[in-house]
Nanobody, 113 residues
């Protein structure tokens, strides 16, 4: 079974930046559409953005212009660059293989003064 491991979360001040990584095991990574999701306490998990195997991206309105998805197929890794972070961005962030529904374990992002 393919496994996903997120990393890069932490505590950041409002307006700060952070880059999350999602490393995938196994082969065939470059053929998969990948997504980043987040879940805040008491809230449902929501889609942050997705990236096609060729690099085309889509973003939720709440993060558009601030977050950027990218991928390095040679490294089997998807990235989420977050800038101008807001307290409402605080959540556990997960990556996912969209066609199969495979999730990573999540990484905590806390935006606070």
């Amino acid at each position: 079974q393919v496994q996903l491991v997120e990393s890069g979360g932490g505590l950041v001040q409002p307006g700060g930046s952070l880059r999350l990584s999602c490393a995938a095991s196994g082969s065939g990574f470059g053929r998969n559409v990948m997504g980043w999701y987040r879940q805040a306490p008491g809230k449902q998990r929501e889609l942050v953005g997705s990236i096609m195997n060729g690099g085309n991206t889509n973003y939720a309105d709440s993060v558009k212009g601030r977050f950027t998805l990218s991928r390095d197929n040679a490294k089997n890794t998807v990235y989420l660059r977050m800038t101008r972070l807001k307290p409402e961005d605080t959540a556990v962030y997960y990556c996912r293989i969209l066609p199969t529904g495979v999730w990573g374990q999540g990484t905590q992002v806390t935006v606070s003064s």
